[in-house]
């Protein structure tokens, strides 16, 4: 990889030559010049998990690791990663340095949180090992949320915790989004319920007066376990008719993956929830990269955008976004999505950090639970409105809030308000420290400016 690395061109932009990505920035949507195509890194074989360590309870996993192969050799071990991100194909590297989050981030923070160390290959072609005891503490703390600007993550030691062979999960209704906040805040402080401990806790909003939160809860034994990996669809299963109250259980491996078979709902707009479509796919197809590989071809070849056209419509504009705000805001954050975006469902998932040490470029708060709401989809747009309109609401609705939105999808600040937001003074001294001549682009750049 460093001869890889020292091979591209001083001046030529970099990027990850891997197969898979999770992003939805389509920076190749068409682009005409290949010639001004990044150049790609060689991050072919570093994508093995090098050693499950039971007794100390870690992993030392490469950078390009997905979480589906780190959980495959956890698990035999009776372990898993402290924050398993929803989408298989999520890798090691990629969850530390663009941030990532899951049902228990209430209890384990996300995913950077349980890093012991990281070997870096900086900016600069050096590879660095940060821990946040040693000289490279900063680039410790300043690597989440970097997105691969100041280097790319090649080898980490993670923290793993113990699990039981089934999840027994609780789906509760609630008819308002105050009282499903106050319910995350109360049952994230106490982690238990009616009498049963919480492990896990995100929610589905299905509609302004339909919310569910669903709880999980390790466990030894289980009287059934349901399947969604094939025929049946989890997100369908939650709602289980409108009950106030309902029970399911999972195997563990199931559990982490529920929502990676449907891309949560949104293989609904790829057809293959019609059951006809379904009963015809083969398992192996049903999962979170092949749809994002459908979805980068649409992109490129503005197939659907044509149809649109055609049916004499404006293609709609995506808004695929994660934000989190404190849970005290959370229903004002709902009040304001559901008439202004107007789209359904939202995954809802409480966080709290781990430790009272900031992470500079994602500066959250201490001791404060936050509610992550995630929405992934097309809202209809009107040649009047500026590109992004209803992006751009949601971005200033979450500063009124005084929140943050994740970057791995479009962004449309400018570059004051950005560098607030995200703290540019850190990181900047962390840009002139490990990449002074500026190889990588910057996180600006990269994420707003989309080159
Ligand atoms: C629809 C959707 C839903 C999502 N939902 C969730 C969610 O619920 N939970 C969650 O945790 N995340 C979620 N994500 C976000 C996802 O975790 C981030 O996009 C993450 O960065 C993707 O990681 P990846 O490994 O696929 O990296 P890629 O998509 O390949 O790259 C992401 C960025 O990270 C950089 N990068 C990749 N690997 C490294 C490395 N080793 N070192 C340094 N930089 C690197 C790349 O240069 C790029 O800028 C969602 C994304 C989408 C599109």
Not at 271 to 281: A, F
Request: hydrophobic share 40%.
């Amino acid at each position: 990889m460093l001869a890889s690395y020292a091979a591209i061109p001083p001046g030529a932009p970099v990027r990850l030559a891997k197969r898979t990505s999770n992003l939805f920035r389509f920076r190749d949507a068409g682009a005409r010049d290949r010639a001004r195509r990044p150049a790609g890194l060689d991050v072919g074989a570093l994508n093995r998990v090098l050693g499950v360590d039971p007794d100390a309870r870690t992993a030392e996993v490469q950078g390009m690791t997905t979480y589906e192969d780190l959980v495959a050799a956890t698990l035999p071990h009776g372990l898993m990663p402290l924050v398993v991100p929803q989408l298989k194909t999520i890798t090691l590297g990629g969850a530390v340095t663009g941030l990532g989050i899951e049902s228990s981030s209430f209890r384990n923070g996300l995913p950077h949180e349980s890093v012991r160390e990281i070997d870096v290959l900086t900016g600069a072609g050096e590879v660095v090992t940060a821990r946040p005891d040693n000289e490279h503490r900063e680039l410790f703390r300043g690597f989440p949320n970097s997105y691969g600007t100041l280097g790319y993550a090649v080898r980490l030691t993670i923290d793993l915790e113990p699990v039981k062979p089934y999840v027994h999960l609780r789906h509760l209704r609630f008819t308002g989004a105050d009282e499903a906040m106050a319910a995350f805040e109360r049952i994230c402080a106490d982690r238990r319920y009616d009498g049963e401990p919480v492990d896990f806790i995100d929610g589905t909003v299905f509609a302004p007066g339909e919310l569910y939160i669903t709880l999980a809860a390790f466990t030894d034994e289980a009287p059934w376990t349901s399947d969604y990996t094939g025929r049946r669809i989890y997100y369908r299963s939650i709602a289980n008719n409108g009950a106030a109250a309902a029970d399911d259980y999972l195997t563990v491996h199931d559990y982490l993956w529920r929502w990676d078979t449907d891309w949560f709902w949104c293989s609904k707009a790829l057809g293959v929830q019609n059951p006809l479509v379904r009963s015809v796919v083969p398992r192996r197809y049903l999962r979170s990269d092949v749809y994002r590989k459908a979805v980068a071809l649409d992109r490129r070849y503005g197939l659907s955008a044509r149809v649109a056209r055609l049916r004499g419509q404006a293609p709609p504009e995506p808004v695929i976004q994660d934000i989190e705000v404190t849970a005290d805001r959370g229903a004002e954050f709902l009040d304001f999505f559901h008439r202004e975006i107007g789209m359904a469902p939202i995954w809802m998932c409480p966080l709290r950090l781990r430790e009272p040490e900031p992470w500079p470029l994602y500066p959250l708060e201490y001791d404060r639970l936050y509610v992550n709401f995630g929405f992934w989809g097309g809202v209809p747009s009107r040649p009047d409105r500026p590109e992004g309109h209803h992006n751009r609401l949601v971005e200033a609705e979450v500063s009124r809030l005084g929140g943050h939105k994740s970057l791995y999808s479009e962004a449309f600040y400018d570059a004051e308000e950005f560098w607030r937001l995200y703290n540019g003074d850190a990181y900047w001294r962390l840009k002139r420290a490990y990449d002074p001549d500026e190889r990588l682009l910057d996180l600006y750049a990269k994420c707003v400016q989309d080159r």
